[in-house]
């Protein structure tokens, strides 16, 4: 049997079995005992459950996970848990103990916030003195107060990532079982296999507690059950990472436990809004606290789109194992592993926020546009567009040395810096850019703005010249600057329009749902932009729907204007009305009166209202007479 635990599978195995059982067999009683004592979840408007349900069920996978340890151990010949044996388990043990008596106290009488707040942080402080830390960021080492830090930031913030996101059956327990499998497999393709026992225990404690905990749930984890997920899954990267690791100890856990980190970013991202902002929240200018709860995390929404509590868990077990997939995928090509572990975040987040983040996008849209048009900040606008571009221009000028491979020394990156930025700056100011209201621009003003862009560049590479202060590379760095700078530059100045157009966008789809009127344009020429844009002011989508455009001009079938497709001649309106169930059609082009005629003709025999949108000048008094050059 020894000779047998000499094989890591074997272990693996015993651990995970060991854990299972044990959770299995022990949640019934840990069940009873909790429903004796009051420790029990009353259905509420915050939560989902619809009867009452005992919580504490994380004594019983607290307990499974240090068993299975504890009984391969006294199974296993040498260290068990490899160079974690004799510092981490002792360490963890105790720490996990105080966690769990704050979790079933706040379980049995609901503590205020801050006192769990403060409870996590002595447990975390525990952790960090027992070496538990980042230690380095990439490859330096980082000064003793960051290091704490940001070491109580991450126990903190995984620790509440899965007390947040323990609020449906079975989804903390099923995503830390994910994200323990992930990490184990990525500890054992670094060479650290017996390190990886306490992920397995942990995962066969919560599979084994799973039994009792899938839709429909008899029990719950109870806070004392998910931060004792949270603090195991924070502990281990941190004790395994080797130094210079920053990647293997901070980066693949994040992606493995992606899921619930991305619906705390969103709750505190959310609720720090409307606790600076309540007036002009959908809260009815009521004080909100970051710590309050909502009913707006991710399982939340999830179920808002119809689908039971079983596809839901799915749902987002199957992104979990997306994301774990990535960062096994980046720990057995460690060589690309920061490539793939920063393009698996990036799809997340475009997936996530593409379609679970309107309401952090709409109250983060609504409080920056509040923010702008403050009085005070108009003021102030230019010095910020100045400070904002010398800041972006540096920031590129460090990025294009780095990209292109440059030593970063004082030669080559610090005594060039400033003959390149200073030209651009003045040629900014005396091109007026900084007087310019980027609110209300045409593509002059931007073609103006990259011509000082280039211009200013072009300058710093002449003095650069002329004061010989050339080196090996250097028209290759100052190449690449000249090509990043255009991307901040430009999009500081575009960010506050992106921000109108995105709320519109997110509150078009607000109203996507509800019965609007269905109407065409008959015209795509400026005509027809000037509608658009005056459409989207007045908020016309609240009560229309503009599903596209007929033109009599053959060149432009198929193409889009404005967002807004043209679907083919007026010979096509009978077609479209059907297809569509048109209500009307808005007039934005000047026809000859024959055409007129003849969409007034389609119009009545389809049942459709016609009308004419028209922009002119209208005479309404005063004492200069007629004016020569009136458009009317």
Request: with cysteine; aromatic share 10%; proline share 4%.
């Amino acid at each position: 049997m020894k000779f047998l635990l000499n094989f890591y599978f074997v272990r693996y195995f015993l651990v995970l079995g060991i854990s299972a059982v044990v959770a299995w067999l022990l949640t019934p009683l840990v069940r009873w005992t909790a429903r004796a004592a009051g420790m029990v979840d009353q259905p509420s408007t915050r939560r989902i459950n619809t009867v009452p349900i005992p919580r504490g069920g994380g004594v019983a996978v607290f307990i499974a996970v240090h068993a299975g340890l504890a009984l391969a151990e006294i199974c296993t010949p040498g260290t068990l848990l490899g160079s974690l044996g004799s510092r981490w388990h002792p360490f963890f043990l105790l720490a996990s103990c105080l966690l769990l008596l704050v979790g079933l106290i706040d379980d049995a009488f609901e503590l205020r916030p801050w006192l769990k707040l403060a409870g996590q942080v002595v447990v975390a402080s525990l952790m960090y003195g027992a070496g538990a830390r980042i230690g380095t960021f990439f490859w330096a080492d980082m000064p003793e107060v960051l290091n704490y830090a940001l070491t109580m930031a991450w126990y903190i913030g995984i620790i509440n990532a899965f007390n947040l996101i323990d609020g449906m059956d079975g989804l903390a327990a099923g995503l830390a079982s994910l994200s323990a499998l992930g990490l184990a497999v990525c500890l054992a393709s670094r060479g650290q296999a017996s390190e990886a026992l306490p992920l397995i225990a942990l995962c066969g404690a919560c599979l084994g507690f799973l039994r009792y905990n899938f839709h429909p749930a008899s029990i719950f984890l109870g806070d004392c059950g998910s931060m004792f997920l949270g603090l195991l899954l924070a502990t281990v990267p941190l004790f395994t990472g080797a130094k210079s690791a920053f990647l293997a100890s901070v980066g693949v856990p994040l992606l493995v436990m992606g899921v619930p980190l991305f619906d705390t970013v969103l709750a505190i991202w959310r609720r720090s809004l409307r606790a600076a902002l309540p007036t002009l929240m959908d809260n009815g200018g009521r004080a909100v606290h970051v710590m309050q709860a909502d009913k707006e995390h991710l399982h939340h929404r999830v179920l808002a789109l119809g689908i039971s509590q079983r596809r839901a868990a799915w749902f987002l077990y199957g992104i979990s194992g997306l994301m774990v997939l990535t960062a096994v995928f980046a720990s057995f090509f460690q060589s690309r592993a920061t490539g793939i572990v920063l393009l698996g975040f990036l799809a997340v987040a475009l997936v996530l926020t593409r379609h679970l983040t309107s309401v952090e996008l709409w109250d983060t849209g609504r409080a920056l546009l509040h923010v702008v048009r403050t009085p005070t900040l108009n003021r102030l606008i230019a010095p910020i567009y100045l400070g904002l571009d010398i800041f972006s221009l540096v920031a590129c000028w460090f990025f294009s040395n780095r990209l292109v491979g440059i030593p970063a020394t004082r030669m080559h990156l610090l005594l060039p810096m400033p003959l390149f930025i200073v030209p651009i700056v003045i040629m900014l100011a005396l091109t007026s850019t900084y007087q310019r209201s980027w609110h209300h621009v045409r593509i002059r003003d931007y073609v103006l703005l990259a011509a000082s862009l280039l211009a200013g560049w072009t300058l710093g590479c002449i003095i650069v010249i002329l004061f010989g202060l050339r080196f090996p590379g250097w028209w290759r760095q100052a190449v690449v600057f000249l090509l990043s700078t255009p991307v901040p530059v430009v999009g500081l100045r575009m960010a506050r329009e992106v921000i109108g157009e995105g709320l519109m966008a997110l509150d078009r789809a607000r109203w996507g749902e509800q019965a609007r009127e269905q109407i065409l344009a008959y015209g795509g020429g400026r005509t027809f932009s000037c509608f658009r844009n005056a459409f989207e002011v007045a908020k016309g989508w609240q009560s229309r729907n503009i599903v596209g455009i007929i033109d009599d001009n053959l060149a432009l079938s198929g193409r889009i204007i404005e967002g807004t497709p043209i679907l083919g001649r007026p010979s096509d309106l009978p077609a479209l009305a059907r297809r569509y169930r048109l209500a009307g059609i808005v007039i934005t082009a000047a026809l000859e009166p024959e055409r007129r005629r003849e969409i007034r003709r389609l119009a009545g025999e389809l049942g459709l209202w016609l009308k004419d949108w028209t922009w002119a000048e209208t005479d309404v008094g005063g004492g200069g007479g007629e004016d020569p050059h009136d458009l009317s």
